[in-house]
């Protein structure tokens, strides 16, 4: 069993050192008042896909961008008067709101999974952020567990779910005690006029409504035209996919992976390195799409490690 990453107390001198490596691309865990968190950069596809990775997930879904204060909000989203009713009401706190990008939002596509919308939130507790401060940059963070385990509300729970930095997790665990909350953060999307709860948490839906009225709970009928199942919470490209594919055939756009497409147009990670081609798989979709690919064809991505995500979500875009 590899060693599991240092735990150090959350003060001043860990904060700084815990800032150090999230600005460098590297991984921490941190206390927040819901649970504990598996950050990195969430400008930095790379960081984020190492995210997936530690947490050993077989897909990817959106992460949370968390920010110290508000004034870091309007470079990332855009605000209408609900969100800033809600952010006056609740941040610092557990609650994520999903808002549109705002024109140059520097969060990276892996970070969102693709989508044109971004969910984020200030944490309750003084040194997340001040941690989150001190990095500068949003954290995305979701909860430092290995996929599948209970979500952690003490160090020592990610401690034992997620390997040390050696076997790809956090290189540093920051200790500030037992969570208060104990559940994730509420989760409700500001994308629409109707306002979905997408994740139950630690804020009811009833206190919300108290400041914007009503919401709908997502999936309900109500909310039906913008999300058909859970469709608009996963971005797929326009164009056909084909998987698997060893070459083009007339009329695809081919995207290669390592050797196999060295000389196509598009290249996931020519390197073969799964966390880079993690890492552009949304921006490269998003860049087919745009420059109005009709049919595209991937090569074979191993099902093994971060692989395993790319594939279920290659799987879903040539079902889409
Ligand atoms: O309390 C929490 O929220 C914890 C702590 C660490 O802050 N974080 C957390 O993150 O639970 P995560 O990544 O496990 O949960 C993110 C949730 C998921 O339900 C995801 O589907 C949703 O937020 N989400 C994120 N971005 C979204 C987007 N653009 N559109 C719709 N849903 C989004
Ligand atoms: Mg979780």
New binding site residues.
């Given amino acids: 069993m590899a060693i599991s990453a240092p735990v150090r107390a959350m003060d001043d001198a860990a904060i700084e050192d815990a800032a150090g490596i999230i600005r460098g691309g590297g991984l921490v865990a941190f206390a927040?008042e819901?649970?504990?968190?598996?950050g990195g950069d969430a400008t930095n596809g790379e960081a984020v896909a190492r995210i997936f990775a530690a947490k050993a997930r077989p897909s990817f879904?959106?992460?949370?961008s968390?920010i110290a204060d508000l004034a870091q909000l309007p470079a990332i989203a855009k605000m209408d008067a609900r969100a800033e009713k809600l952010s006056e009401t609740f941040w610092p706190g557990?609650l994520?709101m999903?808002l549109n990008k705002s024109a140059d939002c520097p969060i990276a596509d892996l970070t969102?999974?693709g989508?044109d919308?971004?969910?984020v939130?200030i944490?309750g507790r003084a040194r997340a952020r001040q941690f989150l401060a001190a990095c500068g940059v949003p954290v995305?963070?979701?909860?430092?567990n290995a996929s599948g385990a209970v979500?952690p509300t003490l160090a020592q729970h990610v401690a034992a779910s997620l390997p040390g930095p050696d076997g790809g997790g956090p290189q540093l665990i920051l200790d500030d005690g037992p969570c208060d909350?104990g559940?994730?953060?509420t989760?409700i999307?500001l994308?629409t006029d109707t306002v979905a709860l997408?994740?139950p948490?630690?804020i009811s839906k009833e206190d919300i409504e108290r400041i914007i009225g009503p919401v709908v709970i997502a999936g309900s009928d109500d909310h039906a035209p913008k999300s058909p199942g859970m469709l608009?919470?996963h971005y797929a490209p326009r164009a056909r996919l084909r998987m698997n594919a060893q070459t083009a055939e007339a009329g695809e756009t081919y995207v290669g992976f390592g050797q196999t497409g060295a000389d196509a147009a598009m290249n996931l990670s020519p390197a073969g390195d799964l966390t880079e081609a993690a890492a552009n798989l949304f921006q490269m979709l998003h860049a087919l799409d745009e420059g109005g690919a009709e049919a595209i064809a991937v090569a074979p991505i191993p099902d093994t490690g971060l692989g395993l995500a790319i594939n279920d979500r290659l799987r879903r875009a040539v079902r889409s």
Avoid: C, Q
């Avoid at 879904?61 to 949370?64: A, S």
């Fill in positions: 927040t819901t649970v504990y968190g598996l879904n959106p992460l949370i968390h557990p994520t999903v969102t999974a989508l919308s971004v969910a939130r944490p995305a963070a979701p909860s430092a979500s909350v559940l994730e953060s989760v999307d994308t997408l994740r948490g630690g608009s919470r």
